[in-house]
């Protein structure tokens, strides 16, 4: 089981970013997926998930009306859409799956994790 995540750089604060997390090895039908995100010095928190019909989704209070996931079938993708990027949205990111929606909102629980792509935002 991999998740390869991907898209991470340098933007000015006020710009966009999209990330793409493929997932591969087997097949992750049934499986929501979500982004995590761990700043230097804190702890990995949640950021958005979104269930296996894509028809639910939730994102962190932070992120709210900035951030957009969507995920893409056939491709075996999630992707993460940032928008308004602000200094504090400076981390690393990582993409997870679970079977489990619920799962997938806290990084104790959830069961796949994918490696991370730095996003920094500067001034």
């Known amino acids: 089981v991999q998740l390869q995540a991907s898209g991470g750089g340098l933007v000015q604060t006020g710009g966009s970013l999209r990330l793409s997390c493929t997932a591969s090895?087997?097949?992750?039908?049934?499986?929501?997926m979500a982004w995590f995100r761990q700043a230097p010095g804190q702890e990995r928190e949640f950021v958005a998930t979104i269930s296996w019909s894509g028809n639910i989704k939730s994102y962190a209070d932070s992120v709210k009306g900035r951030f957009t996931i969507s995920r893409e079938y056939a491709e075996n993708t999630v992707y993460l859409r940032m928008d308004s990027l602000k200094l504090e949205d400076t981390a690393v990111y990582y993409c997870?799956?679970?079977?489990?929606?619920?799962?997938?909102?806290?990084?104790?629980?959830?069961?796949?994790w994918g490696q991370g792509t730095l996003v920094t935002v500067s001034s």
């Open positions: 997870a799956a679970d079977l489990s929606y619920r799962a997938t909102k806290a990084p104790d629980s959830v069961r796949f």
């Open positions: 090895g087997r097949t992750f039908d049934g499986y929501s």
